[in-house]
């Protein structure tokens, strides 16, 4: 018996320590997914805006009537949450979870006028959306990928998650700053306004009338595939600017950062008090 009290006295605070760790190891890595998918439709009211926390990514397509499908480990779908709360549908998610299979909602809306992104999780689109005007703004590090067709859109990037876009038919206004990049293909846009004060770059393909860039920053703007007519150009920072102009080109700038233009613009009035040099 002494034997046995003995043995068990050198094993208890191993025992201790084993059970407490493994405690400690499902709070820190999370639930693992049991990699069963299973869809779940939720009903909730209509909305127009989609605002997403957590690492839930986010399908959108338009459709007729609104809807929200979740598709998730069967263990890990009550990890997400969806509640309308005024225009908004919010996803959220809660819990630690290490792994999964899929974490996905489906969301099918009529009108869709802004996007939120404050975590991880990504927002793509399944097929072209259409509307008026669009507000997207990513304060986290997930992605937005998006082929539209919309008259205006208002961007803005504050944390490292990119947005990536397709078909602008009207007015542009970008606002970089944090380290998340700006792509924007297949625009036809009357006025165009990009600020970067931030690292993240821009790059756009297109046509444009107006432009008016403003670089305060290390980010690039990468103009060259964007036709345009009008130009102006700020740029106090040390990143490089790439316009393609073909009217009048007016520039000022006060940093390190390089200007270069491509196109056969009628008027240049550039001048720089920085390091920055103008090349053509």
């Known amino acids: ?30 639930t693992v997914g049991s990699k069963n998918v299973i869809t779940q439709e939720r009903q909730l ?27 998730a480990d069967d ?29 996905e909602v489906l969301v099918t809306i009529n009108r ?14 399944e097929g072209i959306i259409s509307g008026h005007e669009l507000s997207i703004l990513v304060n986290g590090s997930g992605d937005v990928e998006l082929d539209l067709d919309f008259k205006k859109l208002t961007a803005n990037i504050n944390g490292s998650g990119d947005i990536e876009v397709s078909g602008i038919n009207g007015d542009l206004d970008a606002n970089i700053n944090g380290s998340g990049d700006f792509e924007a293909s297949s625009v036809r846009l009357n006025d165009c306004k990009i600020s970067v004060k931030g690292a993240g ?15 305060a920053a290390s980010g690039r703007i990468e103009l060259q595939r964007l036709i345009s007519e009008d130009v ?3 740029s106090s920072g040390s990143g490089n600017v790439y316009v393609n102009v073909n009217g009048s080109l007016n520039a000022r700038l006060s940093g390190s ?3 270069k233009y491509l196109g056969n613009p009628v008027s240049v009035d550039v001048l720089s008090t920085g390091s920055g040099s103008v090349y053509k």
């Open 75 to 103: 263990n890990l779908i009550k990890n997400i949450i969806t509640k309308v709360q005024g225009d908004f549908l919010d996803v959220t998610a809660e819990g630690s979870i290490r792994s999964y299979k899929k974490f």
């Open 45 to 71: 009211p209509d909305f127009n805006s989609i605002r997403i926390k957590g690492t839930t990514d986010v399908v959108i397509r338009q459709g007729d009537k609104t809807a929200v499908v979740v598709k």
């Open 1 to 30: 018996m002494k034997n046995l009290k003995t043995v068990l006295k050198a094993i208890f605070p191993a025992l201790i320590v084993f059970f407490f760790g493994q405690q400690v190891s499902g709070q820190i890595f999370g």
């Open 112 to 125: 869709l006028e802004a996007i939120e992104v404050y975590g991880c999780g990504d927002v793509e689109s």
């Open 232 to 234: 102006s150009v700020q």
């Open 201 to 215: 770059n821009v790059k756009m393909q297109g046509s444009a009338a107006i432009v008016m860039l403003n670089l």
């Open 257 to 259: 950062g390089n200007l």
